[in-house]
């Protein structure tokens, strides 16, 4: 059975959202997965190579992965909103997917700006799994994970300027069980020269 690619318009709270939905590929799908891309302000696009990976890993374990491109990105309707109005377009993705794929468990999953937005969704709508990809140590309030519930992963380059090792693992140390920390050898926040370490951690999890 051949991989099933297919784009979307997914009607989110600012308007339509892009989308992309890739499909596992020699049998269905054994769960849902949703990947959210990197700042929508510094280039972050459904197309980044971190987030290719991701979801690429992703489809690995069998999963069927939607990526979007959050509002006032590519042909996504709406302008940036600062974080807040991108947590409801992951939210509306979500409804999408999982609409489409009743049943399913699910997942989700970002790098860096999406990383932080997965969080804030995903422990209060209860995934299989939240994949913390780049996840930056700054900008954000993160005590709301000393009380999240939910499988964390967080995978993040060696030398990520935007989340130090010294900065991610005092953060880490205060957030809830269950929780994992995968450090890749990598040149900075973009995983450069560890972008396949990264592809296979997400396919190991």
């Known amino acids: 059975m051949a991989r099933r690619i297919e784009s979307h318009w997914i009607a989110g709270p600012a308007g339509h959202l892009e989308s992309l939905l890739e499909e596992p590929e020699g049998a ?4 849902a997965a949703l990947v959210c891309h990197p ?23 069998g999963a069927v992965v939607l990526r979007f491109n959050f509002r006032g ?4 309707q709406g302008e940036h909103a600062h974080g807040e109005g991108e947590v409801e377009d992951a939210r509306a993705a979500l409804e999408w997917l999982r609409s489409r794929y009743p049943g399913l468990p ?12 997965v969080c804030r ?17 700054k900008g954000m309030d993160t005590t709301f994970l000393a009380s999240c519930l939910v499988d964390k992963v ?7 300027e935007h989340g130090p090792k010294p900065e991610l693992e005092r953060l880490f140390a205060g ?28 396919t190991e999890l």
């Open 28 to 31: 269905p799908p054994t769960r």
């Open 39 to 61: 700042h929508p302000l510094y280039g972050g696009t459904m197309h980044n190579k971190v987030v290719h990976r991701l979801a690429r890993g992703l489809r690995k374990t």
């Open 73 to 76: 990105v590519g042909r996504s």
């Open 106 to 117: 699910f997942i989700l999953a970002g790098f860096s700006f999406g990383a932080r937005v």
């Open 121 to 137: 969704l995903g422990c209060a709508e209860g995934p299989e799994r939240l994949i913390a990809t780049g996840f930056p140590t």
């Open 154 to 160: 967080f995978i993040q380059s060696t030398h990520d």
């Open 175 to 202: 957030f809830a069980e269950p929780k994992r920390l995968i450090w890749i050898p990598a040149a900075n926040h973009f995983f450069d020269g560890g972008l396949e370490e990264l592809e296979n951690a997400v």
